[in-house]
């Protein structure tokens, strides 16, 4: 009795050292080596071995006790099921410890077994060389993590109850010790995934696809342990036709029957509302459900690659193409934080690739658009210009019929609207030069003389109207630098628009001022007023308003896409304010000269 009195107080201390080192610990050898000594010299086993499962094999990892026991079993690989799925079938359970007695195994398992060199006993309750004891070891969630097999009980014989339940404490001890190096691997894990996710967002922006997809191949295997990563994007057939392929350490080299089959397979799980990766492996002959498996089973024998991850790249339900992962047999299958790892990677890659085509759509539309701008310009420019000369021959030659007498209603008829085609063509041939210059000629040009100017030709028209015209002068000039020809363009468009859009009865007033560095020119009417649906569109080369009563009036919809244009390149511009059935007020604001 005094004997195990003494076992167990050494076993209490050693227990004592061994849960401090195993909460302190980050080395998880040592702490299992601290665990099976203590196994050892603490209660007294001739061996203590503990095993790590990593798959599904069981690897030695910490023996203690013998050293030549040590060194012929350390390192050993098992599969998981010959000790934890068969021996534990035909166990004894002792609490959480397993005891398989010799006259229990099956002859087939003896030659396996690492077999002590001691007497077979008469005694009952001495230990057999072939007797078993063994404790599965679990994390606290309950997942087998490893196995602790002992021998050579104290005393050779078969371990008491109080024996059994220090010897259960040390067990669990080996249990926290995996569980938390498991959970340090998987932090540890987490941090790279994070960091390589990271790289792979840094490479938003890329206009290029195929380099940035061999970069995320870098990061990726860096990151998550696999024999060859090959990644693909799919030409969209609309912006881009390449087939763009990345792959480490060997370039991705699917054929063609292979890369449709994966595509088919992945659109066929988007139409079905689930786009995820999915895994598979030669070994098993598990595909999940991946028709293209055939197609890739025979370059996976090949190379000797075992079992894969196949993610799409995509966004949302849109296949762009897929990631995929292979593995070699010993290596252990993709666990839930790699493939939502890869998921994210694909994901982010889906992104990426979808950004590349939207700005290079951009930039084609934006390219299509400019020429059809400089082609719109250059059709005018023609146009106009060819309209042009005949027009002039067919006025001058009516005012000389005019004077002749021939006539007079008719010619003047003819004279009317061939001066309206002129102003029309006029207009069409300002529009076109405006919209070609960058550069003026300025001059000191005087607002005030510009308005007095333009009312002065308005006069009669006004008259005529029944439209009462009215100049606010100020007490000196308002000067600004201008283009002599260009600006009074201006003035006179914003004028004689308010005396044609306002009705007989109506008042037009201009006045010419300076303000806060600017000189303004302010042309208010009381006529048709412009609704705010129109004024959107005012500037637009071509708009006339979609007042009916306006519509009237000939116009042609360029002057104020003229007069603007010539605004800016002055520096300035033109506001309206305006209500429809009241009046407007245009405002041209161009900087003064400094003084
Ligand atoms: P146009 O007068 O030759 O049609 P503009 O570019 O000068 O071309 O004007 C565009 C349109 O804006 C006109 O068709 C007219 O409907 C509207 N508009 C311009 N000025 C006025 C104004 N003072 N009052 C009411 N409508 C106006």
């Not at 340090?184 to 938003?204: N, T």
Request: hydrophobic fraction near 40%; aromatic fraction near 4%; charged fraction near 25%.
């Amino acid at each position: 009795m005094a004997r195990f009195d003494t076992f167990n107080a050494d076993g209490v201390r050693r227990l004592y050292e061994v849960t401090t080192r195993v909460n302190s610990s980050t080395d998880l050898a040592e702490a299992l080596v601290e665990i099976a000594d203590g196994v050892c010299e603490g209660l007294g086993y001739g061996v203590a071995a503990i095993s790590r499962l990593e798959g599904d094999t069981l690897v030695m990892a910490a023996v203690g006790g013998d050293d030549e026991v040590r060194d012929e079993i350390l390192g050993r690989r098992t599969p998981a099921e010959q000790v934890l799925g068969r021996e534990f079938s035909i166990a004894d359970h002792w609490g959480i410890l397993r005891f398989v007695p010799h006259d229990r195994l099956p002859p087939e398992q003896i030659s396996s077994l690492w077999v002590p060199d001691i007497e077979v006993s008469e005694d009952p309750d001495a230990w057999h060389p072939l007797d078993a004891l063994y404790a599965p070891l679990y994390s606290s969630t309950g997942k087998l993590l490893g196995n602790m097999a002992v021998d050579l009980p104290p005393g050779n014989m078969i371990p008491n109850q109080q024996q059994r339940e220090l010897l259960e404490m040390f067990v669990v001890q080996a249990g926290v010790a995996l569980e938390n190096a498991q959970r340090r691997e998987q932090l540890g894990r987490q941090v790279r995934y994070g960091e390589a996710l990271k790289k792979l967002a840094l490479l938003s922006g890329t206009l290029e696809i195929e380099p940035a997809l061999q970069e995320a191949a870098q990061a990726l295997f860096e990151a998550i342990p696999a024999a060859q990563i090959s990644v693909r994007c799919f030409p969209d057939n609309v912006e881009d036709h390449e087939n763009y392929t990345a792959g480490i350490p060997l370039p991705a080299s699917a054929n063609d029957d292979t890369v449709a089959g994966i595509r088919q397979d992945l659109v066929r799980h988007a139409a079905k509302g689930r786009l995820q990766p999915v895994s598979f492996s030669v070994r098993d002959n598990e595909f999940g459900d991946l028709e293209s498996a055939s197609l890739m089973q025979a370059r996976m024998v090949k190379h000797g690659w075992n079992h894969g991850l196949l993610a799409p790249i995509g966004v949302e339900l849109e296949v762009l193409g897929y990631l995929m992962l292979l593995r070699e047999p010993a290596e252990a299958d993709f666990d839930q934080d790699e493939v939502d790892a890869i998921h994210e990677a694909g994901r982010e890659l889906g992104r990426l690739v979808r950004d590349v085509r939207l700005r290079r759509t951009e930039r084609r539309l934006l390219a299509e658009l400019r020429e059809l701008d400089r082609y719109k310009g250059e059709l005018i420019a023609t146009i106009s210009h060819e309209l042009k000369t005949p027009l002039t021959s067919i006025i001058g030659h009516t005012e000389m019929l005019e004077e002749a007498g021939v006539q007079p209603s008719s010619v003047s008829a003819i004279g009317r609207n061939a001066a309206r085609l002129d102003r029309l063509v006029t207009n069409l041939l300002n529009y076109s030069r405006i919209q070609g210059r960058r550069e003026l000629q300025q001059a000191p040009l005087d607002l005030v003389e510009l308005c007095r100017t333009s009312l002065e030709m308005l006069r009669i028209q006004a008259q005529s109207g029944g439209v009462s015209l009215e100049l606010v002068e100020p007490e000196g000039p308002v000067m600004v630098m201008g283009d002599a020809e260009e600006l009074p363009r201006v003035v006179d468009n914003l004028c004689s628009n308010a005396v044609k859009y306002t009705p007989r009865g109506g008042r037009v007033e201009v006045s010419a001022l300076a303000r806060d560095g600017l000189g303004e020119v302010l042309v208010r009417d009381s006529g048709l007023g412009i609704s705010p649906q129109d004024q959107v569109h005012l500037f637009s080369a071509f708009h006339r308003s979609t007042n009916p009563e306006a519509l009237t009036i000939p116009g042609t919809g360029l002057g104020l896409a003229i007069s603007r244009t010539i605004a800016e390149l002055h520096g300035g511009d033109i506001k309206v304010e305006s209500e429809f059935g009241t009046g407007s007020a245009f405002t041209l604001r161009i900087p003064l000269i400094e003084s």
